[in-house]
């Protein structure tokens, strides 16, 4: 059997396949289909530093290939998540990555400081996210502010820093170049696409926000062509997302240069997905003779 251990930053997994945040909820739904030990770690849902109730419904759609979403970061907030969820994934002997979004860098801060102390195994920090103090814009879409929000995680953190990517930007290389050079740990990428439904016959938008983030098949070349782009780029690891379905879109996605992946959206339609996508992985590595991390980069030049 390969080996399909892997590295990112320094926490060691052992296989490449994690699940994206957002998609897993904190893992106790999952865990009655199979034991999430199994995958190489899970990305609970993403964390503010005070409860959040989302955004109202309608707030998912289907699209062809994929789905649209205006969840709005619904969850029970960062200190509820340390005192009930993360003992039980402690109990199941997880590699937990923490995902968290602010408005301000200080909050951000905060969270990294609690996280960090309660032992989780890695921070994954959205940069996707409206900042409050330069009028709304997102801290993902300018190399100065994604800088200065990776720097005070840095500042506050014990355990590796991964910075989440936008790909709703000109150049994801020049957000990328920027957490690095700011102390970022490793980068994950894509998060979701922006974009909107209109039922022709209401003449509404479906989603009650107008619009969401696209996730699912339908962005994985995207997904692959800007793991790829990055990986020239950084010398960080990358955890590559978007659109997986399946061990060939993993495979592929390493290929580009992920040093591990993340299902998302596939487990909505299949629970088993990260699993089957693990095994699918497996033997690609064995009909290649390659461990999981032979796979990293390994992309033929024509």
Known sequence: MADMRVDLAGVKLKNPVTTASGTFGFGREYNSFFDISRLGGISVKGLTLLPRNGNPSPRIAETPMGMLNSVGLQNPGVDAFIAHE????????????????????????EMCEKLSAAGVDMIEVNISCPNVKAGGLAYGTQPGLAAEVTAVAKAHSTVPVMVKLSPNVTDVTQIARAVEDAGADAISLINTLRGMVIDVKTRRPILKMNTGGLSGPAVLPVAVRMVWEVHNTVKIPILGMGGISSGSDAAQMMLAGAAAVAVGAATFADPLAPIRILEELENICDAQGVSAAQLTGALMPW
């Open 86 to 109: 993360l003992p039980w994934l402690k109990s199941r002997k997880a590699v937990i990555i923490a995902n968290i979004s602010g408005n301000t860098p200080e909050e951000y801060g």
